[in-house]
């Protein structure tokens, strides 16, 4: 069968190697939105295009299941994704409840896209999860920008981080949230500014495990040959090696 996997740019290819690691025996198609990338940054109603033109093109395709592997399509889309489309499709959100339930009496830091962190949809998690007002959100599109022009320098980074945290004592914190796929390509730069103990949490094994569960209950077989083919807003890529030294990364 065919397995979709959707994201804005290079960042969903953490979930996919998550993904050829728990079930490799599926065939992928990736599709990176690299005309419109980064979605964090523009006008919701604008990415709400790209997604359902993303979702059409798996429709086309004949796609049995995708993953959304974009928490900020999630946050916009995912329940008229649903909606509209007949095949199983499995989103991202900040994994939150994970984090809340570890850190004790410490505080929380959610890192996201403007977007997600803007939406409603983070802010009822939050709410929902958070009685005790522990939980911070902050915004990175530096990183986005980063990962999507391989930019992984530690002096470039750290750099970033340590100004965008300048505000936080992080000795009060318990866990930091990879709110965005694109960030967990940088975990290695978060261990070195984060004090010992804190730690770091994304929601990828979680929505590979749930593409698992979904396709075991609706009957549907992964087996195909591991293959995976990658697509540039919907224009099939010829140099897979643009795409693959992201997963051959180490973070």
């Known amino acids: ?15 996919l190697k998550e993904a050829l690691r728990l079930l490799p025996d599926g065939d992928y198609l ?3 939105d690299t005309k419109h990338v980064p979605y964090g940054t523009k006008p919701k109603e604008e990415v709400r295009g790209y997604i359902f033109d993303a979702a059409d093109f798996f429709a ?4 049995e299941a995708l993953v959304v592997a974009c928490n900020t399509a999630t946050s916009i889309a995912i329940n008229d994704l649903r909606a509209r489309y007949s095949f199983p499709i499995i989103g991202m959100e900040p ?24 939406e ?7 709410e929902r999860l958070d009685s005790e007002d522990i939980v ?7 990183l986005v920008e980063y990962a999507e022009n391989f930019i992984f320098d530690e002096d470039t980074v750290i750099r970033y981080l340590l100004d965008e945290f300048a505000r936080y004592d992080l000795k009060e914190y318990g866990a930091v949230v990879l709110g965005c796929t694109h960030f967990i390509f940088f ?7 984060l004090p010992q103990g804190v730690d770091i949490i994304d929601g990828n094994l979680g929505t590979v495990n749930r593409l698992r569960s979904l396709l075991e209950s ?15 807003s919907g224009e099939r890529e010829t140099d897979d090696g643009k795409y693959r030294r992201y997963l051959e990364l180490d973070y």
């Open 1 to 15: 069968m065919s397995i979709g996997v959707f994201d804005s740019g290079i960042g969903g290819l953490t979930v």
């Open 30 to 32: 990736y599709y990176a």
């Open 60 to 63: 086309n395709k004949g796609a």
């Open 95 to 118: 994994a939150v409840k994970a984090a809340v339930e570890k850190v004790d009496d410490r505080r929380v830091l959610v890192l996201a896209t403007p977007i997600t962190v803007r």
């Open 120 to 126: 409603k949809k983070l802010h009822d998690l939050v």
């Open 136 to 142: 911070d959100l902050h915004a990175l599109p530096g």
């Open 187 to 193: 975990r290695k730069h978060f261990k070195m500014i």
């Open 218 to 232: 609706k009957h549907l077989n992964s087996g195909g040959k591991g293959k995976v083919e990658f697509y540039c």
